[in-house]
């Protein structure tokens, strides 16, 4: 696998053409897959590198009918999550986890750097979590509210 600055460097405009990140990333997933001989799905956002409002950048639920899209296909029965993402909703995280483990007997989780609160969760109901020496898991805060009567 290449270092962080190899990809860089691929990544450079070439002939006064913009970066070609998704072709890039495409290669690297492919290239995953085919050393690993497991499906692979990226669950990424970029929550550290832009002001985004939560919605954007949190787990919801929206991301289970993402995740139905991008898992639409595979085989199983393994499957290599690569997820890096601050959290977001528990609701949500456990949809996302009854729906992988409905597809994918052997789940890999992969975090490449950050899996925050819910995303830790995701985490944890794998068959295994792959880190690297920097990365980390966060701590899980899930938030239950419960109705109470004002006086």
């Known amino acids: 696998m290449p270092t962080w600055g190899q990809i860089l460097r691929e990544l450079?405009?070439?002939?006064?053409?913009?970066?070609?990140?998704?072709?890039?990333?495409?290669?690297?997933?492919?290239?995953?897959?085919v050393?690993?001989?497991?499906?692979v799905i990226l669950y990424a956002s970029g929550w550290l590198q832009k002001q985004a409002p939560d919605a954007l950048v949190?787990?919801?639920?929206?991301?289970?009918?993402g995740l139905m899209e991008v898992a639409h296909g595979l085989k199983g029965p393994s499957l290599d999550?690569?997820?890096?993402?601050?959290?977001?909703?528990?609701?949500?995280?456990?949809?996302?986890?009854?729906?992988?483990?409905?597809?994918?007997?052997?789940?890999?989780?992969?975090v490449p750097?950050?899996?925050?609160s819910a995303a830790t969760m995701i985490a944890c109901a794998s068959n295994q979590i792959l880190m690297g020496q920097h990365s980390f898991l966060g701590p899980t805060d899930p938030q239950i509210f419960v109705p109470t009567t004002s006086l």
């Open 35 to 39: 050393h690993t001989k497991r499906d």
């Open 81 to 110: 999550l690569i997820l890096h993402s601050p959290g977001g909703s528990l609701e949500a995280a456990e949809g996302i986890v009854f729906y992988l483990r409905s597809r994918f007997s052997d789940i890999r989780v992969i």
């Open 12 to 33: 450079q405009p070439r002939n006064n053409q913009p970066p070609e990140f998704d072709r890039v990333r495409r290669k690297y997933l492919h290239d995953l897959k």
């Open 58 to 65: 949190t787990i919801g639920d929206e991301d289970i009918h």
């Open 113 to 116: 750097q950050l899996a925050m």
